[in-house]
């Protein structure tokens, strides 16, 4: 009975990464990365940091695909193009890209979201 109460109690609990965090998804839809620009003018498009979010854990980027973790609000790619980039989310669609342990200046934002549900 013990035994039951115990996987009744993993079952019920959110998952939870090493790091603590539990465990997430990232809205689907094309996220553009950018820096900001000089003062009052317009932010720099930074296209090798952009990416589209296609799956529950998966993305595109300009030179092809791979996956990504959520834990918490950290962003870790996991393979592909941008293996091993951090980011943190801020809030909903926006995203810093991670320098130096911190966040740093490029953004990527929910550009458009996916039709996909």
């Known amino acids: 009975m013990r035994a039951l109460a ?3 109690c993993l079952i019920a609990s959110p ?3 090493a790091s603590g965090g539990p465990l997430g998804t990232l ?3 094309r996220y553009d990365c950018e820096r900001p620009g000089p003062p009052a003018a317009p ?3 930074e296209p090798d940091w952009s ?3 296609t799956t ?3 993305y595109v980027a300009k030179s092809g695909e791979g996956t990504y973790l959520l834990t918490g609000n950290t962003v ?3 393979s592909g193009p941008l293996d091993g980039t951090k980011l943190v989310r801020l809030r909903g669609g926006f995203l810093r890209v991670v320098e130096n342990g911190k966040p740093g200046p490029v953004r990527c934002v929910l550009a458009r ?3 996909k549900h």
């Open 6 to 8: 115990f996987i009744f």
């Open 15 to 17: 998952a939870l990464a």
């Open 27 to 29: 809205m689907l839809g």
């Open 43 to 45: 932010a720099v498009p």
């Open 51 to 53: 990416f589209a979010v």
């Open 56 to 58: 529950s854990s998966r």
């Open 76 to 78: 870790t790619m996991t």
């Open 113 to 115: 979201r996916s039709d």
